[in-house]
């Protein structure tokens, strides 16, 4: 089975809450979201071309693990508390399956 991705993507337009929402990211919310979805790779992106645009990616085994994931109240919780600390912040969310990987 192909590894599965869960993308989130976070728009900060306040340039002022920026270091502090990626310190958030950094220190509080990805290692509690690595733990809660027990995966043992995640990125986190700032975006060159537009700085407002944050990503953060976790990668799974497999779609099932994601899938079983996206049903179940770990990410409800993990979503919650992201609301709670930054109700302002737009956010958009996209699984995908590897199709290929190259290596050169």
């Not at 109240?73 to 956010?91: G, H, I, S, T, Y």
Request: net charge negative; no cysteine.
């Amino acid at each position: 089975m192909p590894a599965a991705y869960f993308v989130v993507r976070a728009i900060i337009t306040d340039a002022s809450k920026r270091a502090a929402f990626d310190t958030w990211y950094e220190t509080e919310h990805l290692p509690d979201a690595v733990k809660t979805f027990g995966v043992s790779k995640a990125w986190r992106f700032w975006s060159l071309d537009d700085p407002s645009l944050h990503q953060a990616m976790y990668q799974f085994d497999d779609e099932a693990k994601l899938q079983a994931i996206l049903k179940g109240d770990a990410l409800k919780r993990l979503v919650a508390d992201f609301n709670r600390d930054w109700p302002e912040v737009q956010r958009a969310r996209e699984t995908l399956v590897l199709a290929q990987e190259f290596a050169q």
